[in-house]
Structure formats: C-alpha cells, structure tokens
Nanobody, 119 residues
Framework: QVQLVESGGGLVQPGGSLRLSCAAS????????MGWYRQAPGEQHELVAT???????NYADSVKGRFTVSRDNAKNTVYLQMNSLKPEETAVYYC?????????????WGRGTQVTVSS
C-alpha cells in the first residue's frame, strides 16, 4: 500500500546543486528513519544521509558539509539538498523509509532517480 515517489534528479555541472524530494503515501501509522542511498555503475550501494522522525541526521563522510537532509513529517517527505556536486557522485539515488502500517512494519524503497554530474 505504501509508495515512495522521488523527484529532482537530472543533469548538473560539477560544482552545481540539486534538490531531491521523496514523498511517502499510503496507510501510514508512523514513519521512522528516512534516508538517501546511491549506487554508481559497478559500485556498491552506499548510504548518503539519513534522518530520524525527530530530525537527528547522519551523513556519509564524503558528503558532510555539502549535503543536507531534511524532512517534513506532516507530508511524510524527505529532502536531500546537494551542493558542490562532483562527477564521481554520478549515481542512481534511492529514497528509503522505515514505515509502520496497521499490520506491517518494514523498509520501503523508491525506484531511484538518476543524478549525473558532468560538464
């Protein structure tokens, strides 16, 4: 019943910025952790940033100081502001949310959005 819908990906030049959004919808009792992960071609899936329901955040060392994760609990939406983007950060970015439903509690994933950093 739950869906995660991502938006905001695209092509950006090195040093540029993008803002990703991900909204969860469905029969949701509570959204706990939300976050962003990425996977470049031939690389492992890696954590980028997470945020709890009370706004505690965690970042990969490689993005700390450049990326900001935030959320709007009223809208069940998580955001990722990405600044000073680097070519090596080209990847598919996935939204994740730990969601409590009436009879389920599990992690959901979005389908991913492509971010390409290139001149």
């Amino acid at each position: 019943q739950v869906q995660l819908v991502e938006s905001g990906g695209g092509l950006v030049q090195p040093g540029g910025s993008l803002r990703l959004s991900c909204a969860a919808s469905g029969r949701i009792l509570r959204v706990n952790h939300m976050g962003w992960y990425r996977q470049a071609p031939g690389e492992q899936h890696e954590l980028v940033a997470t945020i709890t329901s009370d706004f505690s955040t965690n970042y990969a060392d490689s993005v700390k100081g450049r990326f900001t994760v935030s959320r709007d609990n009223a809208k069940n939406t998580v955001y990722l502001q990405m600044n000073s983007l680097k070519p090596e950060e080209t990847a598919v970015y996935y939204c994740n949310a730990d969601i409590v439903e009436p009879f389920w509690a599990r992690s959901y994933w979005g389908r991913g959005t492509q971010v390409t950093v290139s001149s």
